[in-house]
């Protein structure tokens, strides 16, 4: 049950990753198609503006698909020497501390979120972009990136519990580990 829904989120994170992709091309368009016209004598104005709200959705969407792709770098020197049992609860650790931090990043996000919708908040540039239509998608993207992780770390507790230690590896575990395990 546990690989199934891992298998589930990843399908589901490759597609989030492919329209984050897609954004971030669209974005780098039209940054050129900016830069073209500034050759010309003319510009759109705001792409730096812009640019920064798209690294900013893609960073905030693209944590759980490098999450289930194994992506995040981690210190592992201790757990690359321990049994499978031991590797596991590295891993189970390292995912409860995950998940804490990102959880609380989420709940911390919301105030932002929320002050911007309250007070009609827009950007101090010349676009005046209202800040919620930012805000709203990156904030989303947070709550995934914590749902994300605690039904990961879920997953983990729960093989490590039904003592299928190895399975664990294949979400949580270190990425080079897995290209020497294959």
């Not at 004598?41 to 812009?50: D, R, V, W």
């Not at 698909?65 to 020497?81: A, F, K, N, P, W």
């Not at 919301?110 to 908040?121: A, Q, Y």
Request: charged share 15%; net charge positive; with cysteine.
């Amino acid at each position: 049950m546990e690989l199934t829904m891992i298998n589930s989120l990843r399908r589901i994170n490759r597609g989030v990753a492919l329209g984050v992709g897609l954004g971030l091309l669209l974005c780098a368009a039209f940054v050129l198609a900016d830069i073209i016209m500034r050759r010309v004598g003319t510009s759109f104005g705001g792409t730096e503006e812009i640019a920064g709200y798209a690294m900013a959705l893609a960073t905030s969407w693209g944590m759980s698909y490098t999450l289930l792709e194994l992506g995040h770098v981690r210190i592992d020197l201790m757990r690359s020497r321990a049994g499978s049992f031991a590797r596991a609860l590295f891993d189970v650790f390292s995912m409860i501390v995950m998940s804490g931090v990102i959880v609380t990043i989420a709940i911390k996000a919301w105030p932002v979120v929320e002050r911007s919708l309250t007070n009609g908040s827009r950007a101090n540039t010349p676009l005046e972009t209202p800040l919620a239509w930012v805000q709203l998608p990156w904030f989303a993207g947070w709550v995934w990136f914590a749902l994300m992780s605690t039904l990961t770390t879920l997953a983990a507790i729960s093989l490590v519990l039904k003592k299928r230690h190895t399975e664990t590896e294949q979400f949580v575990g270190a990425f080079a580990e897995q290209e020497t395990l294959q």
